[in-house]
Structures are given as C-alpha cells and as structure tokens.
C-alpha cells in the first residue's frame, strides 16, 4: 500500500490530486465520467458575492499546446451557491474548496463569512489572481500591499483551510508566497494563468473580446514548475502546483520540485478523466520506484543531501 | 442523458468535394439513443497544433450499423488531419452533448433550412422528423451548384426547394429571396448554417410570427458546461452553447 495522503494545515487530503479552479465546474459536470471523491479535492469555479455575467465572447482560444481564456469569473453569486449547488456537492467524500473571488476586500470578507457558515466546505481558495475582471481580482495579486491587506483580512474572520491562489503576472512571485505565509494562509497554489494574447490575422481583430486573456495548458508547465519550486524553497507551508499538468509525470515534476499537490486544469476539458489518470499513474510511479509514501519525493530537489 | 468518453472506428471516409468530407463511424459499444441537434467532441490525434477537441453536430445516425456521420469542412489543421483519416483509424470522442430540436405539434407545418456545412445536422433532423411522421419542406442555399451535397437524401425526406448564389441551379440568390418563403406558411422553422444566415431566417420568422429554432456554432474548450466559453447572449443571461444549446429558440436570443 502506497500512502498518498498528507495535511494541509489541520485539513487531511487522502491524495494529492485536485482540480483547479475554472475547470472542474462543480465536480457535478463530471459524474457521468468518473466517481469525482476518489480526488484528493476539488476546487469549484471561482465564486462572489453577486451573479456574475461574465465576458463578451469570444472567451477563448487555441493556441500553440494551450489556450487563452476570458470567462471573467461568470457564475451566480453565493446565494445561487448556497442554494442550489452546496447540497449536490456536499455528499462528495472529498475536500470541496470553493475558490472566493470579491472586487474589494470587504466582497472578499464578507463572500468569506458565507462559506465559512458551510459546514462541508473545510477550505476556501482565496483567488487574488484572476487577470479577466477588471476590478480585483489580479489587483490584490500584483501589489504586495492590496495582496497582504485582503489575506489579512480574510484571515481575520476563517479559521478553517485559507489557500491563496497566486498570480504569476508580478516580478517575483516568492514575495507573494511571503506575504501570504506570513498572515497565516495555510497554503499557497500556484499559478494561475499567464496574461496572454493572440490575433485573427483573417480579421485584423483580437482573438478575445477583452484583448488579452489567461494563457493555460501544457504551453506554462515550464513557467509554472520553476515557480513552484521557487516558492516550495521560500515557504514553509504546503505549495500546490497548477500549470499545464496533462498526465502523472507531470504532476510528479511539480512534486519532485516541491510540490505538496497539484491541480489538474485544462486537461480535464480534453479528457475528462485525465485528474483520475494522473492519480492512478502517480501511485503506480511510487510503486515502480519501490517507495511507500509520496512524501519521500515531496520537493526531494530542495532537500540538503 | 449520461455523457460517456468512447472509441470509434472509421467505417468510411468520403468525400464530396468542396473542402468536405463525411466520417462514418462504428462505436465499439453499443449507441445510446441519440438526439436530432445533439454534437460530439473529437479528439484529434496527431496534430500537435490541435491542442483542444473538435465540436461536430451529428449528421446522421444507423443504429442498424451501430454508426453516426460527421459532415465536416475542412477549416484549419484540426480538420485537415481529420479528413485524411482512413477506414479502421480510431476516433476518441465525448458525447452525446448538448440539447436538440424540439419535436412540433401535431399536423405542424414544418421548414428545414440551412446553408453551407451548417445544413450537417438536418439529415438526422429531416429522418427524425419523418420517423415521427412529419414531412417537412426542406430549404438549402449553397454557392453554387458544385457546392450542393445529398440532394438525393433530403428528396426522400419531403419538398426540396434550392438556391445558389450564382444561379447555376435552384433560384438565386440567398436562402431568405426563395419564393417558397412568401407563398408557403410555416409553423416551424429548423435552421442551421452561417450566423448571418440564421440571423436572416430568424428574422424571417419574426416577421411571420413563425417558431424557429436554430443551432449555434461557437468556439467551445470542454463541450459539457465547465470552461464557460460558447456563451450565447440570451433573455436569460449568458448561456452555454454546449449544454443549454446548441439549438435555441430565437425567442431567447438577443438577436
């Protein structure tokens, strides 16, 4: 028997595979294909205060191994949340994280106080990364400042799980893991997409209705391993590694280099059971390798020989 | 109706001119029972600039084969590589997706239309139709002449009426000048094609007082309600294609 589990802050995680923000919907979307609590956690799509229409289209696309999105946070509000989507995820026997989103701190704060009412919710994703809204946002997530007040903040009022959810759009993204390490998030996860672009040259017009967008999809795994493995380095609290992770060996890059998870992003909108796979594989990579505990690879890089 | 992630086997690749093709696929189970309006997602191997799945409506359906067909136009690398595909080559695909085309009421006046490769899932629409006892008057514009495909197949389903753009069969001109559309009343209209096509029709139909559903083509990442990004504006807010749509009634579209 492999142990795939470990804790983040008081919270257990039976293995290290989640699903990242955005594109997981409500883990619902994904019965027909899979039993969704054989997941480590699921990450539902970024959530505020009030509904949410969303972006003009066109909110999307293809580029070289990725694509560009601007969705801009389109959901209905905690109300619609609390009603008509909690009691279908709440029988999930696994970690349901809701990814919390406000345009000022107080949307932040108060969006908080909402969830943390909800009894199977052990943690929320506080996204201060999100590059498609143009209030908040990545706002808080490129000033060191904006970021240390709203996770002050929030922290203030969540005793349970906080993860901050980092943008890799600033020039050093340790200072960021700083800051939220020292007001006490749990963890940090990293990264969200990288600002992006991308022309109808038939149309002489942007691919987006917003210009630019959210670059995801194998194209960033680079970009994101050696910033997780900055982070991993610079913190102590648990780092979970998201960007371009499309099979195991992926996600054995992110854990080797420092990663105590990672989340499963895109690739779920090609294959739907790729979060499964990527489990899978990664316990029979540690049964290969003759190791009983995912722990003894965890940021094995980093370690003083 | 429970998505499912399936292997098919190409049954026949063929190819009617004019940039298309039509893939007739064998599924390795057995097929679900499958919608007029309904897409599937096709993943598309070998081509590393086609990071995503295709969307393809569902062309026709034999359940006696155990095959659907695709009717695809060759539009970028994605396609390209599709149509070289040959017989006993394996597709992935995701399906089925999305909704379909609601069945009339009884004694229903019923008008087929669409253009281009937008006419793909009115074969299986007009057989659907016929099987519940309609028979619907079919309208199609193309290019020109040569742009014309399964003519033959659409006879069988009711009146075919026709337009080309140079006048080289059928009336001229676009789909919304044929003159069956000022003498002949309709109750409802199934259109699929460009969006100034569609648009065109829909307006039609307003005019008419006519119901109208069409099917939308947008760019969409997952085809099942998760990335958010074949949104429709409609009177209900912003809508996914993939599992509110793709067919809309035109009295729910901001159009």
Redesign the interface.
Known sequence: MVNLGFLIGTLTFKNPVLTAS????YGT?FD??FDVSRLGGIIL?GTTMEAR??NA???????????L?T?GL?NKGIDYFEKNIYPRVSDYDTNVIVNVNGSYVEDYVALTERINKLDKIPAIELNISCPNVKMGGMVFGTNPDSAREVIRAVRAVYSKVLIVKLSPNVTNIVDFARIAEEEGADSVSLINTLLGMAMDVNTMKPSLSTITGGLS??AIKPVALSMVWQVAKAVKIPVIGIGGIMTASDAIEFILAGATAVQVG?A??????APVKILEGIESYLVRKGLSDIRDITGIINRDS | MTKQIRDFTVVENKNPGNNLFILELACDEVLPELKPGQFVQVKVEGSPDTFLRRPFSIHDVDYGRNTVKLLIQIAGKGTEVLSRLKKGDILNIIYPLGNSFSLPSENARLLLTGGGCGIAPLLFLGKYLNLNGFRPDILLGFRNSERIIEYEEYQNIGKVYLTTEDGSRGERGVLTDHSVLSESRYDMVYCCGPDSMMRAVADYCRKNRTECEVSLEKLMACGFGVCLCCVAETVRGNLCTCIDGPVFNIKDLKW
């Open positions: 955005g594109t997981f919907g979307e027909d294909f799509k229409e969303g289209y066109p909110r999307m696309a293809e580029t070289p191994s990725g694509m999105n969705v389109q999809g194998p895109t779920s909108f090609i294959d739907p059971v």
